[in-house]
């Protein structure tokens, strides 16, 4: 099992950051590939980033690519997700996951079986 707990979200400007956390425990860590979901009012989850288990690959989706940044500290047990010059639309709830089963990354939520409950993130005009 794989507890995931994200924490950083908020209301920020257009043009603003924010760096969202995610603390994972009960499994060891440097085994999981981690990714970044969202979800806006009246849409599906979509994917936003995710990173390798071995950190040596990123992929992230094309509306955030060149403004999101997602990392990991393997000795903090933390994935996080830097968010740069905001937009509206980025509005949502976003989600921490984890991918204990494949080797190679993937943008797939349905290769995500441990979730985080959330945290709200929006960004004003």
């Known amino acids: 099992q794989v507890q995931l707990v994200e924490s950083g979200g908020g209301l920020v400007q257009a043009g603003d950051s924010l760096r969202l956390s995610c603390a994972a425990s009960?499994?060891?860590?440097?085994?999981?590939?981690m990714g970044w979901f969202r979800q806006a009012p009246g849409s599906e989850r979509e994917f936003v980033a995710a990173?390798?288990?071995?950190?040596?690959?990123?992929y992230y989706a094309a509306s955030v690519k060149g403004r999101f940044t997602v990392s990991r500290d393997i000795a903090k047990n933390t994935v996080y997700l830097q968010m740069n010059s905001l937009k509206p639309e980025d509005t949502a709830v976003y989600y921490c996951a984890a991918d204990s089963r494949s080797y190679w990354l993937s943008s797939d939520i349905k290769e995500y079986n441990y979730w985080g409950q959330g945290t709200q993130v929006t960004v004003s005009s």
């Open positions: 990173i390798r288990w071995k950190g040596d690959s990123t």
């Open positions: 009960g499994r060891t860590f440097s085994s999981l590939n």
